[in-house]
């Protein structure tokens, strides 16, 4: 005995099955720039974490150079201390 489904049913799931496909693009479309933007926030992330690294390295690099600056005094009284010392 065949069954027959009604007309109503079959036009339900016909609509529900159109609906689906008619909105994937939309949906792959939005997948797509969520993902574009999370990238491009990592990406912005990863720049000021890099500036801030780099601004540590020329302080440390400034700091090394005054210490310098100001040991050159120091270094030259003990290279000649250390002449007369060997001298003597």
Avoid at 23 to 34: R, S
Avoid at 38 to 57: D, K, R
């Amino acid at each position: 005995m065949a069954q027959t489904v009604s007309p109503q049913i079959t036009d339900a799931v016909t609509q529900s099955n159109v609906k689906v496909v008619g909105e994937a693009p939309a949906v792959a479309l939005g997948n797509v720039y969520q993902a574009a933007a999370h990238s491009t926030g990592i990406m912005f992330e990863n720049a000021v974490n890099s500036q801030n690294q780099q601004n540590i390295l020329g302080q440390a690099a400034t700091t090394q150079g005054i210490m310098q600056i100001y040991s050159v005094d120091t270094i030259a009284d003990a290279i000649s201390i250390a002449k007369m010392l060997n001298a003597s």
